[in-house]
């Protein structure tokens, strides 16, 4: 375990933006992990967990510690006639992961394929996508205190996982590094097609479900048609939101807007602001193309000014062109956010997390 510094982050996010660690160490294993926590420069500093890098936005060079989480393995802890318990450490790559499962027939993760990060970010997030959340297959978590070194273990409901959110970005935040996910998976056939786009795609391209594979190719199709790849063009996938009212307001809403598209869904209350159940998803992307940079015309979808942008297949997706800096990223995102609060009385709030 090397500590290096004035580390280069370029490479470490996906949006390619230019920022510089003051120290930067690589965590192999987990005897190195709680080895680090003891050290003075460790406690004594400012610190960053990374991963994928997939869900940041450095707006200035990070005057502490960034330690990246590189702890490797996937193993199947049980299995029986019906289910299956799946550990991977934290520094394994999300869709590695998913091809592990899908490979082997087994069910729960394969609306999932081709989210970008690690391993160890996805419970932070509960990540999401075409109608399956990491909680509806979430185990545990085993995770580092970072104050002590010592190892707890979180279980789903522990880990108090919400829309896109989780303990780990409330009242833990900072304060545990997670090094392992236990996900329980169904080796019976147990496919989700609910999500409209999903069921459209498949319907509309005859396709037969056979297996989880099967759904995982089709979810990566969907994907690499709408989202850019962060290697060619540097983004951070969606970078906000959807957003959730409650009926009352959206009934009040609709009178302006009655081609607003909308999804009902059942949420647990303390995920939405302490709203009830039956809360009212409105599709972030559909409000930004009805905005636009210039009052009374023009749509964000496609936009761009120097080197930032946003996408022109999607508008939830910000655009670094190349050369790009974090605060000009995040200037683009408030004007965003100002532009849609003006005009729907609805506030965005950005997924990614800004350094």
């Keep these: 375990m090397e500590i290096l510094k004035d580390y280069d982050l370029t490479e470490l996010n996906t949006f390619h933006i230019k920022a510089k660690a003051k120290f930067f160490v690589e965590v192999k294993n987990e005897k190195d992990l709680v080895k680090l926590f003891l050290t ?15 869900n940041i936005l450095f707006t200035q060079d990070f005057p502490g510690i960034v330690i ?22 934290g ?3 999300w869709n590695d992961l998913v091809n592990f499962t899908v490979e082997r027939g087994f069910w729960g993760i394969e609306n999932l394929s081709l989210i970008p990060g690690t ?67 169904n080796k019976n056939e147990n496919e989700n097609l609910r999500y409209k786009t999903l069921k459209d795609y498949i319907e509309k391209n005859n396709l037969i479900i056979k297996n989880p594979k099967d759904i995982s190719r089709a979810v990566a199709e969907i994907r690499r048609g709408k989202l ?4 060619i063009l540097g983004n951070a996938g969606s970078f906000f939101k959807n957003v959730y ?35 009212i998803k409105i599709p972030s992307g559909w409000l930004i193309e009805q905005c636009g940079p210039r009052h009374g015309g023009g749509s964000w979808k496609g936009y ?4 930032v942008g946003v996408h022109e297949r999607q508008a939830l997706v910000l ?37």
Excluded: H
């Design 304 to 307: 761009r000014e120097g080197n």
């Design 91 to 93: 520094g394994e790559w």
């Design 319 to 355: 655009v670094n062109y190349g050369g790009a800096t974090g605060e000009e990223i995040k200037k683009l995102a408030y004007q965003i956010i100002d532009s849609v609060y003006q005009k729907f009385g609805l506030r965005l709030t950005p997924e990614v997390n800004f350094v």
């Design 40 to 54: 003075p420069m460790f406690q004594e500093s400012e610190k960053l967990f990374l991963g994928g890098g997939s």
């Design 68 to 89: 990246l989480n590189k702890l490797k393995g996937i193993e199947i802890l049980e299995d029986d006639s019906e289910t299956v318990l799946v550990k991977s450490l």
């Design 119 to 185: 391993v160890g970010a996805t419970p932070v997030q509960n990540i999401g996508a075409y109608g399956v959340e990491l909680k509806d297959v979430l185990q545990n978590v085993e995770a580092y205190e970072i104050a002590t070194g010592e190892k707890k273990i979180f279980s789903c409901a522990e880990c108090k996982l919400g829309y896109r959110d989780s303990i780990f970005k409330r009242e833990l935040k900072g304060k545990y590094f997670i090094s392992a996910v236990t996900l329980k998976l």
């Design 228 to 231: 850019p790849d962060p290697k």
């Design 245 to 279: 009212i409650s009926e009352v307001d959206f009934k009040n809403i609709l009178m302006s807007y009655p081609e607003m598209p909308y999804f009902l869904e059942d949420l647990p209350s303390e995920t939405v602001d302490g709203k009830l159940e039956g809360v």
